[in-house]
């Protein structure tokens, strides 16, 4: 008798019993998934379960037959991964399949212990293959979170600011990489339009180093900035990345740089023929 | 002689992996005292060659030493890759020559930041670039 096979007849009391467990599990999630959605996965994931594993290919799971399966049990990990499930979570539920199997044959096969020895050994094999599948997919769902927040991020992070009439400053923090850079030539050339402003003061005190990718992006966005019709001074510059630059033999003399911020507000006054003083009283 | 104290080796195969290499060299200059202007410099030059990986081989590993030699210690990185190799080595080392459209400053750059430099690339094989920075260098 195909051992595996004859899990079929069992299906409602398995799936029943995997539910049983799934639920009695404290760290159930209710707050991110219905008990019925809970059942429709479980369900799929369990008719994929019995229609493929037989005693045959149960030692394989490389062939052709699991391919359901495990095409089922990727989606459901990527997205509990997506959904923020722990990974103890997301194994929790298959390993209580596995729970719910033997259960079943402990009460079947509970005078024929040889029988039931060797069956479980295998049925944990399985297991443990199906559970690094999971967990691969699971930690591939979390990287592609990541990702994405990272985008988000370097969107969010690269504000113009209006500091005086005519005088727009940004202040950069992070890597200046391609897509950074287009987000913030975009928002600065906008900005640039809107406010009719001609001095743009893009200030890298937070970039951590400024390579030759990061002075190219510097240089471009410099070179939009005069076809607008603005200019743009660069300020921020610590001695190091002062130093790194020369050593690199980057040309910077064509762009005005400034140390700081302040001496780069006070040479824009300067240009627009602005003049701070204190007030005599 | 040098004693290398401590290895680790990074994947490269995407642009995120830029800045988590990044951070970690930077932790290991910091591991060892290495003051702010030779971290930048080290960091710069190891900037450009991950980026070269990235831009002509696709894809490729770079290992990270801590190394020591009498009383000095320093970090020592190589970057290898299995690209397409470099044809004429002594050309691609020269100010301004790029087969990509760039400044041409990454590899003559690097060298320059750094205390030793070697590159070795066969055409069809793959490019290896070691450099050597010590703390005080
Ligand atoms: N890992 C590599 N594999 C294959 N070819 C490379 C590799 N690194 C550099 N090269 C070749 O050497 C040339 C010079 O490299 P270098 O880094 O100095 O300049 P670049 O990358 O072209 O421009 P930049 O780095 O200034 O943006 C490259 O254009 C490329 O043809
Ligand atoms: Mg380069």
Redesign the interface.
């Known amino acids: 008798m195909d051992l595996f096979k004859a899990l079929s007849k069992k299906r409602s009391r398995l799936l029943e019993l995997w539910m049983q467990y799934q639920l009695a599990d404290i760290s159930l999630r209710e707050d991110l998934m219905e008990n019925e959605e809970l059942r429709a996965q479980s369900e799929e994931l369990l008719d994929a379960f019995l229609k493929a594993v037989t005693d045959k290919n149960v030692e394989n799971v490389d062939d052709p037959t699991y391919e359901p399966i495990i095409e089922i049990l990727s989606g459901i990990s990527i997205s509990r991964a997506r959904q923020g499930y722990s990974p103890k979570e997301t194994g929790n539920y298959v390993f209580s399949l596995r729970d719910a199997i033997l259960q079943v044959w402990q009460a079947e096969f509970s005078n024929d212990l040889a029988v039931l020895f060797a069956a479980t050994l295998k049925l944990n094999k399985l297991f443990d293959n199906l559970g690094i599948i999971t967990f691969e997919t699971f930690i591939k769902g979390r990287e592609e979170v990541i990702?994405r927040q990272?985008d988000e991020i370097s969107e969010i992070s690269t504000p113009v600011i209006r500091v005086w009439d005519n005088i727009l400053a940004l202040p950069i923090i992070g890597?200046l990489?391609?897509s950074r850079t287009q987000i913030v030539m975009e928002n600065l050339l906008q900005q640039i339009v809107d406010t009719g402003s001609s001095i743009a003061i893009l200030d890298i005190s937070g970039v951590?180093?400024?390579?030759?990718?990061v002075?190219?992006h510097l240089l471009k966005t410099v070179a939009a900035t005069r076809l607008m019709g603005a200019e743009c001074i660069i300020s921020g510059i610590r001695?190091?990345?002062a130093?790194?630059v020369v050593?690199?033999?980057?040309d910077l003399s064509n762009i005005i740089t400034k140390a700081t911020l302040a001496s780069a507000l006070k040479q824009a006054y300067n240009m627009l023929q602005l003049e701070v003083r204190k007030v005599q009283k | 002689m040098i004693v290398v104290l401590n290895k680790e080796s990074i994947p490269i195969d995407k642009e995120q992996d830029v800045v988590l290499f990044r951070n970690r060299v930077k932790e290991y200059t910091i591991k060892i005292g290495m003051g702010v202007v030779n971290q930048t410099k080290l960091i710069t030059a190891a900037s450009e060659l991950v980026r070269n990986i990235l831009k002509y081989a696709g894809k490729g590993t770079v290992l990270i030493e801590i190394i020591s030699s009498g009383r000095q210690n320093g970090i020592r990185l190589v970057f290898s890759d299995k690209g397409p190799g470099i044809s004429d080595v002594p050309l691609a080392m020269k100010d301004g020559f790029s087969t990509g459209k760039s400044l041409g400053l990454g590899l003559p750059g690097a060298r320059r930041l750094v205390n030793e430099f070697d590159i070795k690339s066969t055409v069809g094989k793959g490019t290896t670039v070691t450099i050597l920075k010590w703390k005080n260098g």
């Open positions: 990702l990272t890597t990489d391609s951590p180093a400024v390579d030759s990718l002075a190219q001695p190091e990345i130093q790194t050593h690199l033999g980057i």
